[in-house]
């Protein structure tokens, strides 16, 4: 399940039903607001609803999770109130499967791995430091990962989850040697010239908590040469 099925105001909604909507977030979107001030996404897709709705008055919705703003990807929202904290229980207890691609510079020694660090956040810089043993204050944080492709420069993994932590995947690739192509912040020689990093919330599985259905979503890959050669 991958079509877009909108793509109106530069929102790509994925997928939509009556409790639950998936969007395709761009580099630079922020999905619920901060000090910056900047309209966030949730702002964004409230106002695809009322418009495609004609709903007058305030548009409820559920932020359930979120991506860093140079990231790309999968965001749900919940709909309705019985969605949200249904959603919600479903991160908790980690029963949503969610898929990152990456292009990495320094190919992985090791074509699939698994990755244990303890990362510890520094809310002065917004950034997390991988351990390889505990220290104080820190957070104990595993993923997976395959080679999928090397290209010319650069290597296409795919990662997947066992915990979420601050920077989680940004932090723990910087750690083995293969920064995050553009990713300043995690040991890349150079930002990209969008402030966007190569790192993508491709896919997510999971059972609708209403309908019980089961959902697999497929985002598609940001308009770039280098995800083209993913394809």
């Known amino acids: 399940?991958?079509?877009?099925?909108?793509?109106?105001?530069?929102?790509?909604?994925?997928?939509?039903?009556?409790?639950?909507?998936?969007?395709?977030?761009?580099?630079?979107?922020?999905?619920?607001?901060?000090?910056?001030?900047?309209?966030?996404?949730?702002?964004?897709?409230?106002?695809?609803?009322?418009?495609?709705?004609?709903?007058?008055?305030?548009?409820?919705?559920?932020?359930?999770?979120?991506?860093?703003?140079?990231?790309?990807?999968?965001?749900?929202?919940?709909?309705?109130?019985?969605?949200?904290?249904?959603?919600?229980?479903?991160?908790?207890?980690?029963?949503i499967s969610k898929t990152y691609w990456a292009l990495v510079k320094n190919k992985p020694e090791k074509r699939t791995d698994t990755l244990i660090h303890w990362l510890k956040k520094n809310p002065k810089n917004n950034k997390s430091t991988a351990y390889?043993?505990?220290?104080?204050?820190?957070?104990?944080?595993?993923?997976?990962?395959?080679?999928?492709?090397?290209?010319?420069?650069?290597?296409?993994?795919?990662?997947?989850?066992?915990?979420?932590?601050?920077?989680?995947i940004r932090s723990q690739l910087s750690s083995i040697g293969s920064p995050i192509k553009g990713d300043l912040k995690y040991g890349f020689d150079r930002s990209n010239k969008d402030a966007s990093i190569h790192l993508h919330a491709r896919h997510i599985h999971f059972i609708h908590p209403v309908s019980k259905k089961e959902l697999n979503i497929t985002a598609p890959l940001p308009n770039d040469s280098l995800w083209d050669a993913c394809n």
């Not at 820190?138 to 010319?152: D, G, P, W």
């Open 132 to 168: 390889i043993k505990e220290v104080k204050d820190s957070k104990r944080a595993v993923l997976h990962y395959k080679l999928l492709k090397s290209l010319e420069n650069y290597s296409l993994l795919e990662i997947n989850l066992e915990t979420g932590r601050h920077h989680q």
């Open 1 to 95: 399940m991958s079509k877009v099925i909108s793509n109106k105001s530069n929102l790509q909604v994925i997928y939509e039903d009556n409790h639950i909507i998936v969007v395709n977030k761009r580099a630079g979107d922020i999905v619920q607001g901060d000090k910056t001030g900047d309209k966030p996404l949730s702002d964004v897709v409230k106002e695809f609803i009322a418009e495609k709705y004609n709903k007058p008055g305030n548009v409820y919705l559920g932020t359930v999770h979120r991506l860093d703003r140079p990231t790309t990807g999968l965001v749900i929202f919940a709909k309705t109130s019985k969605a949200l904290p249904r959603l919600n229980k479903l991160f908790v207890s980690k029963d």
